[in-house]
């Protein structure tokens, strides 16, 4: 018979909380990639992606998601090999993360990702198997190049493509991954078959829309 007065355990950190804590926890100097990827706990392919998206998913942003674009391609290309675990360079691995730009980071995952997070669920393993990761990690690649595409909105569709997809490996959430994909797949789509024209007339609409 159990004792009513046994503390109840913590429940587990989900990813955007522990976003979250290492933005505010981070000292004044900020922490280094090397530094970064302790805090987070884990040396796994979607939880390095997740937090690389975040900032990459802010539309009209240019400069940061091509930077960013590079070391998310790398580890996706990792994916799709069938690396066990991410390897990032040691020059890379001592780049420092501003303590502004990690608070950031973490107020974008719980306001635009917080929700997903919540609802994810266990299905449609299959997808987040080895062999479904190494696919996952060959069409990451795709959005990846997308991101370094200087056109505007390049780099928003397919960041928080990768960051839904990302959530979806770390959830073990196939219908995650599959919306995620799906949403980027598209967007390569249009970018392919439409062109500069076509994204341009998307966002003057965009803009009507808003100002109508």
Request: glycine share 12%; hydrophobic share 50%; with cysteine.
């Amino acid at each position: 018979m159990s004792d009513d007065s046994d503390p109840i355990p913590d429940a587990p950190e989900g990813l955007v909380a522990r976003l979250v804590r290492i933005g505010e926890d981070a000292p004044e100097s900020g922490l280094s990639l090397s530094e970064f990827m302790e805090a987070l706990g884990e040396r796994a392919f979607g939880i390095l992606l997740f937090a690389f998206a975040i900032p990459v998913c802010i539309p009209f942003l240019y400069g940061i998601p091509q930077v960013l674009s590079l070391p998310m391609m790398a580890l996706a290309f990792q994916m799709a090999a069938g690396r066990g675990e991410p390897w990032v360079p040691v020059k890379f691995r001592a780049r420092r993360m501003e303590k502004r730009g990690l608070e950031k980071m973490g107020r974008q995952a719980k306001r635009w990702f917080g929700w997903i997070e919540a609802v994810a669920r266990p299905r449609l393993l299959f997808l987040s198997g080895p062999t479904g990761e190494r696919v996952v990690g060959g069409v990451f690649c795709l959005f990846c190049a997308s991101i370094l595409v200087p056109l505007p909105l390049t780099n928003s569709t397919p960041g928080i493509a990768v960051a839904i997809a990302s959530l979806g490996l770390i959830t073990r959430d196939g219908l995650l991954i599959l919306a995620g994909l799906v949403l980027g797949l598209v967007w390569i789509t249009i970018l392919v078959v439409g062109g500069p024209a076509l994204i341009y007339a998307l966002i003057e609409w965009g803009r009507g829309f808003v100002n109508s």
